[in-house]
């Protein structure tokens, strides 16, 4: 089994900061790309920001220059500093990875549970 656990949500003020977490566990051969997606009420999951093995970044349009990707590939985490935040960042944010649980088999997709980030105004 693999697990993806996230951590870091919160309520913070317009213009504050917070950083997620992200660490995939269980039975991993290799870790691919890694990202951040999000879900506001009402709206459809979103692309935030994602980061391939190899630490090529890229970045929705709205958080670019405010959020930064980073990983720890010897720990399969993920983070997310998120500064400058704003109201309409409020969403449920999610961790993915592609990942091969064996040597020869293609990369799927995993999830975490999902943690709320809150901006209030």
């Known amino acids: 089994q693999v697990q993806l656990v996230e951590s870091g949500g919160g309520l913070v003020q317009a213009g504050g900061s917070l950083r997620l977490s992200c660490a995939a566990s269980g039975s991993i051969f290799s870790v691919n790309a890694m990202g951040w997606f999000r879900q506001a009420p009402g709206k459809q999951r979103e692309l935030v920001a994602s980061?391939?093995?190899?630490?090529?970044?890229n970045y929705a349009a709205s958080v670019n220059g405010r959020f930064t990707i980073s990983r720890d590939n010897a720990r399969n985490t993920v983070y997310l500093q998120m500064n400058n935040l704003k109201p309409e960042d409020t969403a449920v944010y999610y961790c993915?990875?592609?990942?091969?649980?064996?040597?020869?088999?293609?990369?799927?997709?995993?999830w975490g549970q999902g943690t709320q980030v809150t901006v209030s105004s």
């Open positions: 993915n990875a592609v990942l091969k649980r064996h040597p020869f088999t293609r990369g799927d997709d995993y």
């Open positions: 980061i391939t093995s190899g630490g090529v970044t």
